[in-house]
């Protein structure tokens, strides 16, 4: 079988506080392919970011990779050294974060900060690292390049600001891009344009992409496949077409809930009740089983574990297990 691009084993992360060690990633498994958008989706504190974080190795200084393996062409990225980390970050796997504005610094110019990824990463000095700045902005849509370079974050607009961190992202051709909630803070029209540009850089570059949301309906025409999480845990996963058509877990249909309807807009939203889970006091089962409408005896008391659906789907959710049972004691 052919080597996985990255392939992140029961990955365990956790945050040690003053209040008691938060399992913020708690045994997460999946591939990504060369080529591949694979989205990770969930509300806050589901642990979507911290995985993002995990794999560049940028957690904060609470934050502990504790058990299993990220492995990027088969080297366990856990292991690398911080100079090795150094060299893969840019190089191998760029991340663009949820806000431009505190993600740039405002006391520098867009083109000294580009320049410096430039640099930094890259055998490009002086006037061909200049050069290499308007080319990525150019690449990027940015209108009047040799213009822009010259401006403070400040000065320009919100998209142009993501627009700019998709150019810094970019700056060494990557194999993986790492998108935590690039649309987070822009509104709808501008959303569209970055999530376009970004699939039409993805075909461009050929790179692999991971899209971090919190909205399945940001990303319905744009990953290939999807994995949905909760309080730490990966509760359903499979192609687009299989998350948004046949969802297996009550999580995943909450969020499908959650989204407008354009063909109906007159119809109500229905949120998903409760309120976001404690990761300081897990439940024994199913972390999702406090606000599940449908949940059982054994819910509260085992964690399910993941089943296939079919070929292109698994599900973590004690419902599906019970389905299986009965269809295998009647076909018997």
Known sequence: MAEHLLSVQDLHTSFFTDAGEVQAVNGV????DEGEILGIVGESGSG????AYSIMRILADAGKIVGGKILYKGQDLAQFSEKEMQNFRGKCCSIIFQDPMTSLNPVFTIGSQMKEAVVLHTEKRGKEADDR?????ELVGINEPRRRVKQYPFELSGGMRQRVMIAMALACEPDILIADEPTTALDVTIQAQILELMQELQKKLGMAVILVTHDLGVIADMC???VVMYGGRICERGTAHEIFYNPKHEYTKGLLRSIPNVNNMKKKLVPISGTPINMLNMPKGCAFCARCDEAMKICLTEVPEEIWINENHKAACWMNIRDAVREEGSAQ
Do not use: A, P, Y
Not at 133 to 137: K, Q, R, S
């Open 29 to 32: 498994s999946f591939n990504l």
């Open 224 to 226: 290939d496949n999807i």
């Open 48 to 51: 979507k970011s911290v995985t």
């Open 133 to 137: 700045v308007v080319e990525l902005l």
